[in-house]
């Protein structure tokens, strides 16, 4: 049994972020010891996040609060966070010699817009332990300057590379020079008895449609406009940004758990999120996809993967109860399209730390 780091957003109160994590965590505690680095860094856009918060009405507040309480909590009984808290890169070399092996990733832990160019998510600090990426990403297919100098810098030292997006693997073997897999993310190393079961999901035999969007726009407004006719259940929306969809019954206050028992007992899915997509897939549910206005590459990937690639309701398509029937995925198909993907990475994860 080894003792791993693992350098990922656990404590961002993000249903995607604290959930691949958890995946990591589960999937490794079977045969290792498993902690996380608490390293800081000053997320970009910090300051206009508290003014919108100040924008807030009280009860948006309290929901707000609500959300990190029980964020918190589930990190407290499921994630185990190291004591010593990384402040940027200046504190790295108090854990260089901590661990067995450490872990970079899952998430966007090479986009440096999000992280503010903390390197410490390329383990540049680790000198004379193994160093393994598990489905990291840049988010992007643009990768910018420092993300280049950092990657050619840092990630020859690796023992193991997998990223979670197939441009990102064509870059770094193309420029780099770099042996490259892709993987799953770590949600996927998860099977959905096993999500279930952790989780204590009970069916409630609720009938509605969920809507969690990261973007409002005239798209998802026709589709909703079409599923209400072709669907006689109510809707349920959650906003995963800023903008809000007008109209519709918003929940609000919930935690990991809250988002995983939403998906699970949701009749149908309608979202332009990864990991909402990547939960009703993992749940069996039927699902529509539609385009993010700029972000698509990671929900393009999965789609691809799971032979799904033309099923993303376009920003310009004429939206029609023909076209939602022609582009609803069926998850249990898509979750088989992945099966030997998700076998290929507990392999790779095995392989690399022994």
Excluded at 205 to 210: A, C, D, F, Q, V
Excluded at 241 to 251: A, D, R
Excluded at 296 to 309: A, G, K, P, V
Excluded at 310 to 322: G, P
Aim: proline share 1%; with cysteine.
């Amino acid at each position: 049994m080894k003792k791993i780091g693992i350098a990922t957003f656990c404590k961002a109160n993000n249903y995607g972020a604290v959930l691949q994590a958890y995946g990591l965590s589960q999937y490794l505690k079977k045969e290792n010891e498993v902690e996380f680095l608490d390293i800081e860094f000053n997320p970009k856009g910090k300051k206009s996040q508290e003014e919108n918060m100040k924008k807030n009405s009280i009860f948006q507040k309290i929901n707000g609060k609500i959300k990190k309480i029980k964020f918190e909590q589930f990190r407290k009984e499921n994630l185990i966070i190291s004591d010593e808290t990384i402040h940027g890169d200046k504190d790295c070399n108090k854990i260089q010699d901590k661990y067995d092996c450490y872990i970079v990733g899952s998430d966007q832990v090479w986009n440096t817009d999000i992280t503010n160019k903390t390197r410490a998510f390329f383990l540049d600090f680790v000198i004379n332990k193994p160093k393994i990426a598990y489905a990291a990403s840049y988010g992007r297919e643009n990768i910018n300057e420092t993300e280049k100098k950092w990657s050619e810098e840092y990630l020859n030292s690796f023992k193991a590379i997998s990223v979670r997006e197939k441009q990102s693997a064509t870059y770094l073997k193309q420029q780099l020079n770099l042996n490259v897999n892709v993987v799953c993310d770590p949600v996927f190393l998860l099977d959905k008895d096993e999500w279930i079961n952790k989780n204590n999901l009970k069916n409630k035999n609720k009938s509605y449609i969920l809507v969690y969007y990261m973007e409002s726009n005239s798209t998802l407004e026709s589709i909703i406009s079409n599923v209400k006719k072709m669907y006689n259940c109510p809707i349920i929306a959650i906003k995963g940004g800023i903008q809000e969809l007008k109209g519709f019954k918003h929940v609000e206050g919930m935690g990991p758990k809250d988002f995983l028992d939403i998906v699970y007992n949701a009749k149908l899915v309608i979202t332009n999120s990864f990991h909402a997509l990547a939960f009703s897939i993992i749940f069996n549910k039927k699902v529509i996809v539609f385009e993010h206005s700029k972000w698509n590459l990671r929900i393009s990937n999965l789609l691809e993967l799971t032979d799904n690639n033309e099923k993303i309701v376009k920003l310009k398509d004429n939206v029609n109860e023909k076209l939602l029937n022609e582009k609803t995925i069926y998850g249990e198909k898509a979750y088989n399209e992945l099966a030997s993907l998700i076998e290929e990475s507990k392999q790779f994860l095995k392989e690399s730390i022994n």
